[in-house]
């Protein structure tokens, strides 16, 4: 496979794309029988206990989003206090739901699609200041870490992403790994997408509290794949390293790389059986970097592509600066956090808008983002209630601070119907949907462009999650269909691919989360959520 071989993207895309016509000729149900265990669980290892009261940053949230957490003059290592503090609020449990029955459900920090939580979080580190050098898996269910090998290996690293600086200088570097299955259970082949995202909410998480913490942080896409996977023990065929995010700075560079063992540990089944869906792991093998030599060459000089001159009406944002924004904290606003079931139909000001798109897009400290800033998504929105603003759809020029007026009316029914027919985008204050152009992104970065695309968008849109509830508004994550979605914003997205969606707005909450007879039902809204694929409820 050559990542540079890009029908494979292209493939991959076009076949995965939803329709109306796609989504309600579908057979795919849940067997909930078969549903996937949500957690790695490592049975022979023994948990080192995470602290559980740490001291809070007292940072602001809209300062954490927007902060891009660069690079340090002096060391700067995380001690293990942070780094509870990074894994609680990016890859935790913050709430937890009893269900009639007794159930109880675990959601996390980061928004996920079906709530599957199929990313599990993996450090590689030096000596830290209360845990010795290591290569460690995150148990999300009790909070603690599991040694899977002892001594420090930041040198494989090191050498499998061509000594990327961030990666050499580092600490600790957390390292993201997709597992197919518990996302492909419910979503089939599109789940190489929902990698993308569902690792971008987390890591939007992850570099807020770096920001917060006063931590360096950099996200890592260019890698030699076998190397890393190698080094985390994964099951190659079903659980893969999709980014990883440098964090801290060392005066030393990380030692030479260690000599590997394969370790082999037993984890417990995620189900009875797991069903193969080849397209996955095809992309995921045709968008592998397989030389540091190749990664050296992948990484930096994002493709710029130049912004039409506006042609219609446009209206400036005035975003609200450092001394006026609200100052609710970043682990407060995380730990609401909270995907919104249902919009009342309210406006919110420009203004709340207008520091929500500001703060959420001021960077992203990436190897594919070069020069700093530089952003692969567009977005597009469909504003359906913002007081002083003309309903209809809108582009957002980013450099200008602008939004560019590109059709006026009321869309709401379309913006529900875009949204995979669900209530949400049209009740939504603004629905924002990320298009991108994946002809100079794939000519560029190869396959390998794809995973970066999807990864900015859900790193966006987790952004968005945290603006909004920062601002106490709700936000949710939604799924499309396509090429409608192109359509609707064409001739002035024409040529462009739908990436991502998330609606923002006020939250109804009509739903009684806790209420006895409603648990039964709020599951299945929770695991089944789209109750416009027919068939799909068992
Ligand atoms: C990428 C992404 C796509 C999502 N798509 C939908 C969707 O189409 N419909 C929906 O109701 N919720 C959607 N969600 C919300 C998830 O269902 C929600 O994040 C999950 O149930 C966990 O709940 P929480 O976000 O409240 O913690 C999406 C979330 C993400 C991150």
Redesign the pocket.
Known sequence: MNNHDVDAAWQYHNSTKHSSQSVHSSRHYLDWRNEPLLFKIYPKLDAIPLPRRVPQTGIAALSAISTIPGEAESASVPDLNALALLLHLSGGV??QKRFAGGETFF?????????LYEFELYLVCGNLPGLDAGVYHFGVKDFGLRRLHQGDFRGVLADATGNEPAIVHAPLVMVCAGTYWRNAWKYQARTYR?FG??N??IVANLLAMCAALHLPAKVVMGFVDDEVNRLLDLDTQREVAFSMIAVGWTPEPAPPASEVQPLGLETVPLSRKEVDYPAIREMHAASSLVSADEVRTWRGRTPVKPVPAASGRIARLEPLGDREIRLDGAEQVILR?????QFAREPITLQQLATLLDRATRGVPADFLDPAGTQLNDLYLIVNAVEGLSPGAYFFRREEGSLELLKEGDFREQASYL??E?E?PGDASVAVFFLADLRPILERFGNRGYRAVQLEA?IL??KL?LGAYAQHLGA?????FDDDVINFFSPHAAGKSAI??TAVGKSARRIAFLSPNRGTALRQ???C??SWMPGTES
Request: hydrophobic share 35%.
């Open positions: 913050t709430k959601f996390r920090a980061a928004a996920c699609t079906g709530a929902h995202w569902d971008g909410t956090r909270g995907s919104t079931r949204g995979l669900q949400l859900g849109g987790g999650y949710t994550g939604l799924t499309f991502f969606l809204k929770v695991r959520k789209w």
